[in-house]
């Protein structure tokens, strides 16, 4: 009888244990059937990328066949230079950084969707300075990160208001653009985020000034793309498509309940490198929604218009020596 018990209850485990393994490998097969996209931001977690993150929680990606593994930049042009080289498939970059690539180094890139559908790049000083304008920064010291697109914005609206470049000093302080207001280093700077920097020395007690570039002769232009290399868009545009479709959804997510949006983020931050404030980055979130889809252009549409402008604006600028086509530098997919 015993015996008998023994044999059963050997035969139960072993069914036991056949069930599971066979359910692991159901799901093992299941995730094998995904097919991998790495996506490179342009920086760490915040506000900008909260979609993804809904978009992964939810599993829109999943249900398009995805499985996206999102990675942090160590170098600034990460995002570009592992697209390029087929070492990432998605990036997100900037838009004039795209036509430059391209125009100067051929560099084999194109953008597939606009993520902020206009400039998020400002003028910004403290409110004590008294500059809300182009001729405000006559006299004055800007701060800048020493790149030649900041001298061109700065420039580029000087002359709109009939000042000369020559008016203003150029300070390069690299990284350090909100300590060398604070401190009074410079008058003004250019490169803060109207999301991010604006609310974050808001929270830190400073009141500010700032304007945008756009208002004053710089054409508008997208802040954040996605981009990809020349050979996934010729032969595996589907799965581009199909990216840009989940995005898409977690967008509508984000748009809908942003505060649900908010948790996912935060829940995914990277607290080492870059922790988050949830007042900034609500704050953030509600100067992002209605810039990264608008009446007249939907989430992650690009118009010829945009793409021409900035060409032709950089050119004149002398950011390029020579043009480059629209489909150089952009391609519609349907999604």
Not at 146 to 163: F, H, K, N, P, W
Not at 299 to 327: H, P, R, T, Y
Request: hydrophobic share 45%.
């Amino acid at each position: 009888m015993k015996r008998l018990l023994s044999l059963i209850l050997a035969l139960s485990l072993l069914l036991l244990c056949g069930c599971g393994a066979a359910g692991t490998n159901e799901s093992e097969d299941t995730a094998e059937d995904l097919k991998e996209l790495d996506v490179v931001l342009d920086w760490y977690p915040n506000a900008l990328h909260a979609f993804l993150y809904v978009a992964i929680d939810k599993g829109y990606y999943e249900e398009e066949g995805l499985k996206v593994n999102i990675r942090f930049p160590s170098n600034a042009n990460d995002a570009i230079s592992l697209v390029a080289a087929g070492q990432a498939d998605i990036g997100l970059y900037y838009q004039q950084d795209v036509i430059q690539a391209r125009a100067e180094q051929n560099v084999p890139v194109k953008s597939i969707g606009a993520v902020v559908q206009g400039p998020l790049n400002i003028v910004l000083s403290l409110q004590e300075k008294n500059i809300t304008k182009p001729e405000d920064l006559v006299g004055k010291t800007i701060g800048y990160a020493g790149t030649e697109l900041s001298e061109a914005l700065v420039r580029s609206i000087m002359e709109y208001a009939g000042a000369d470049y020559s008016d203003v000093t150029m300070v390069d302080v690299g990284f350090d653009l909100m300590s060398s207001m604070t401190t009074g280093n410079v008058d003004a700077t250019i490169g803060c985020l109207v999301n991010h920097e604006v609310p974050q020395m808001e929270e830190e007690g400073f009141q500010v000034n700032w304007f945008d570039l756009d208002d004053y002769g710089v054409p508008t232009y997208y802040e954040g793309i996605f981009l990809a290399n020349d050979e996934m868009i010729a032969n595996d545009s589907d799965t581009l498509a199909a990216f840009l479709r989940a995005s898409a959804r977690g967008f509508a997510d984000m748009k809908a309940d942003p505060e649900a949006a908010l948790a996912t983020l935060l829940a995914n931050q990277n607290e080492e490198n870059f922790p988050l404030s949830e007042t900034v980055e609500r704050k953030s979130m509600e100067t992002l929604l209605p810039m990264m889809e608008t009446a007249e252009a939907a989430f992650l549409s690009q118009s010829d218009a945009c793409w021409q402008e900035n060409i032709d604006w950089m050119l004149s600028q002398g950011l390029i020596e020579k043009a480059v086509s629209l489909d150089d530098v952009r391609v519609n997919l349907e999604f």
